[in-house]
């Protein structure tokens, strides 16, 4: 008989071992909003005569970390497509720290100082700061695991990397790639943050998926089932299978369920299994808002020619602005008049300019979290499970897209499924 397989949640991670089972399984989806969870904050965006789809947030990635994504993508067919995210800094009234822009050598893209920047002295010390830290990172790469048992900052202190490199570029670009804070950041261990920055963002650039979510969640969702408007309530053992409740009352029996939401909405499904719940509750979330808008103040104006991404640091805040030109970096976007995607918004941007406000919760490794994670992988590997936990969080990575693919290919190697590429990036 085949089995029968729920899959709760349908961001990423969902959609993906959704898509690894529909062979081996029959496959039911369920996401408690109106629509795909990957898809679920779209917006179109009408300007000069068309209409753009902008997704929610934006989902970019690069070669090298993001092995595991690059190779679902292939397997269903979504083309990927280059995108430039040069930078500049500014400080919270304007003035320009550093401006650079990249050119496209082979396969690399090289930096290199825009002309504001190359008769500041400041500038040039942080570019060699840069080039000397990810020349570090790299060598430190093969050998990551020695620093597995310290923080991050505590790495940084043992290379003396300089706080003005540090404050100014490192932990405003890693604070918005981890949408945390900078201390949040700080306390990531050692190893995984070196894996992330020596896994190519400084050599490769950036890509994004050619037509967006509206382009991968179809193809995910191939062989599936979906139910949406489908709140989950809790999940309970059966002497030979898995119950859902939902929250309108309803019930449904499953020989195997898969929890793909984030781990904290995971915990509250799980009374019934209170050692999960205890491990998942250990796992923490940091809060983030971002805006869609299209008010061009996010952006220093001091800058010539304009970059696609602005990072402006307040004093004293623990997070910076960064606020992405879509118009410059997505070719798509191009024929239109510009639109911003801002993370962590520090101006009062009239209503009128907005097309879309949300607030993201996302999961930051910590080496507790990390011992937690180590003991949900345990409870699953054990004969007879018939729970799994899926999500970017489950790995001891970067929790990202390619995290939760990867803990998706864990799930779906779990429960029996081929995967149709190698794992480069450990399943």
């Known amino acids: 008989m085949t089995p029968r397989i729920a899959v709760i949640g349908s961001g990423i991670a969902g959609l993906s071992t959704a898509w690894l089972l529909r062979e081996l399984a029959e496959v039911t989806l369920f996401e408690a909003s109106a629509r795909?969870?990957?898809?679920?904050?779209?917006?179109?965006?009408?300007?000069?005569?068309?209409?753009?789809?902008?997704?929610?947030?934006?989902?970019?990635?690069?070669?090298?970390?993001?092995?595991?994504?690059l190779a679902l993508y292939q397997a269903i067919?979504?083309?990927?497509?280059?995108?430039?995210?040069?930078?500049?800094?500014?400080?919270?009234?304007?003035?320009?720290?550093?401006?650079?822009?990249?050119?496209?050598?082979?396969?690399?893209?090289?930096?290199?100082?825009?002309?504001?920047?190359?008769?500041?002295?400041?500038?040039?010390?942080?570019?060699?700061?840069?080039?000397?830290?990810?020349?570090?990172?790299?060598?430190?790469?093969?050998?990551?695991?020695?620093?597995?048992?310290?923080?991050?900052?505590?790495?940084?202190?043992?290379?003396?990397?300089?706080?003005?490199?540090?404050?100014?570029?490192?932990?405003?670009?890693?604070?918005?790639?981890?949408?945390?804070?900078?201390?949040?950041?700080l306390n990531y261990p050692a190893d995984i943050m070196i894996d992330y920055l020596a896994g190519g963002i400084h050599d490769f650039g950036v890509m994004y998926a050619e037509g967006g979510v509206d382009n991968i969640v179809p193809r995910l969702l191939e062989g599936t089932r979906l139910e949406t408007d489908a709140p989950v309530a809790e999940v309970s053992p059966l002497a030979d299978a898995l119950r859902i409740e939902h929250r309108d009352g309803h019930s449904a029996e499953f020989d195997h369920v898969v929890i793909a939401t984030q781990a904290h909405q995971a915990a509250a499904l799980l009374a019934p299994f209170p050692e999960r719940a205890a491990l998942l509750e250990r796992i923490p979330y940091e809060s983030s808002e971002l805006c869609i808008h299209t008010d061009s103040r996010v952006m220093p104006h001091s800058a010539s020619p304009r970059s696609p991404v602005g990072y402006t640091l307040p004093n004293g805040s623990e997070r910076a602005q960064v606020s992405v030109d879509m118009t410059r970096a997505f070719s798509r976007f191009r024929q239109q008049d510009p639109v911003y995607q801002t993370w962590h918004p520090l101006l009062d941007i009239p209503a009128e300019r907005q097309l879309a406000r949300a607030s993201f919760t996302r999961p930051v490794v910590t080496r507790d979290s990390r011992r937690s994670i180590r003991s949900l992988q345990s409870l699953q590997a054990e004969p007879g499970n018939r729970l799994w936990l899926?999500?970017?969080?489950?790995?001891?990575?970067v929790p990202l897209l390619d995290a939760a693919v990867q803990s998706a290919m864990r799930v779906a190697t779990g429960l029996g499924a081929r995967v149709p590429w190698s794992s480069p990036g450990g399943g």
Request: charge should be positive.
């Open 77 to 185: 067919g979504v083309r990927t497509i280059e995108s430039d995210h040069a930078g500049v800094f500014s400080d919270e009234g304007g003035r320009i720290l550093l401006h650079y822009g990249t050119l496209r050598a082979g396969r690399h893209r090289l930096a290199f100082l825009k002309p504001e920047s190359l008769l500041n002295p400041r500038a040039w010390r942080l570019a060699a700061q840069n080039q000397r830290f990810f020349r570090r990172v790299k060598q430190d790469l093969g050998n990551s695991e020695r620093f597995a048992d310290i923080s991050f900052a505590e790495y940084l202190d043992s290379l003396r990397s300089p706080a003005e490199f540090v404050d100014t570029v490192l932990l405003p670009i890693l604070s918005v790639t981890c949408t945390c804070d900078y201390a949040s950041v």
């Open 36 to 69: 795909a969870g990957m898809g679920a904050y779209t917006v179109d965006y009408e300007s000069c005569g068309s209409v753009t789809r902008i997704d929610i947030p934006l989902r970019i990635f690069c070669r090298g970390y993001y092995r595991n994504l």
């Open 390 to 397: 899926c999500g970017a969080y489950m790995t001891e990575r």
